[in-house]
């Protein structure tokens, strides 16, 4: 197993949770799924099972280049190396186990971006921050997404289900475009 965790990478290794993130999507044969940070590709395959296509991309280009090829044989899967902030293929459901650095230029990125909704992996305190009701804690990322999303909270993810574990705890959250 590829160990980045100085590059901030943390690799979700539960299946059960991966079947319940793609569950939760709700993805239908007619839906085009964006996933962002293929990582290992522990979604990847999940993803292609019902949808009409699934763009994967990743800005690593060691886990793009493995990836791309363990999964050569699923015909409605494009795979993509770069940064998916600039994708602007159209796309109606989001999913991803998003790094913890880039969740906040995620959040904005979505927002101005059209799609039906999403599932997505933050860091707890993250998805703390997006949920508060108190305006006294209410960051610009918080208002942001608020104004943009129905947000809820789906499911808590110990830092034992990824590898190399991460110090922080993890939240699975459901996102719908308002």
């Given at each position: 197993?590829?160990?980045?965790?100085?590059?901030?990478?943390?690799?979700l290794?539960?299946?059960?949770?991966?079947?319940?993130?793609?569950s939760?999507?709700?993805?239908?044969?007619?839906?085009?799924?964006?996933?962002?940070?293929?990582?290992?590709?522990?979604?990847?395959?999940?993803?292609?099972?019902?949808?009409?296509?699934?763009?994967s991309?990743?800005?690593d280009?060691?886990?793009?280049?493995?990836a791309?090829?363990?999964?050569?044989?699923?015909?409605?899967?494009?795979?993509?190396?770069?940064?998916?902030?600039?994708?602007?293929?159209?796309?109606?459901?989001?999913?991803?186990?998003?790094?913890y650095?880039?969740?906040?230029?995620?959040?904005?990125?979505?927002?101005?971006?059209?799609?039906?909704?999403?599932?997505?992996?933050?860091?707890?305190?993250?998805?703390?921050?997006?949920?508060?009701?108190?305006?006294?804690?209410?960051?610009?990322?918080?208002?942001?997404?608020?104004?943009?999303?129905?947000?809820?909270?789906?499911?808590?993810v110990?830092?034992?289900?990824?590898?190399?574990?991460?110090?922080?705890?993890?939240?699975?959250?459901?996102?719908?475009?308002?």
């Amino acid at each position: 197993m590829i160990k980045r965790k100085r590059l901030g990478q943390h690799f979700l290794t539960s299946n059960a949770i991966a079947k319940s993130i793609v569950s939760e999507a709700k993805i239908g044969k007619n839906d085009i799924v964006f996933e962002l940070g293929t990582g290992l590709g522990i979604l990847t395959p999940l993803l292609c099972e019902n949808a009409k296509k699934v763009i994967s991309i990743d800005a690593d280009k060691e886990l793009y280049e493995k990836a791309k090829s363990r999964f050569s044989n699923i015909d409605n899967l494009s795979m993509e190396y770069g940064d998916g902030f600039k994708k602007q293929d159209p796309f109606s459901i989001f999913v991803s186990n998003l790094p913890y650095s880039k969740s906040k230029e995620a959040i904005e990125w979505l927002a101005e971006t059209p799609f039906s909704h999403g599932v997505i992996m933050v860091q707890k305190e993250f998805a703390e921050k997006l949920l508060t009701k108190s305006a006294k804690s209410r960051r610009s990322v918080s208002v942001i997404a608020n104004y943009a999303f129905e947000i809820e909270k789906f499911l808590d993810v110990g830092k034992n289900n990824f590898s190399p574990p991460p110090n922080v705890d993890s939240v699975v959250l459901k996102i719908i475009k308002k």
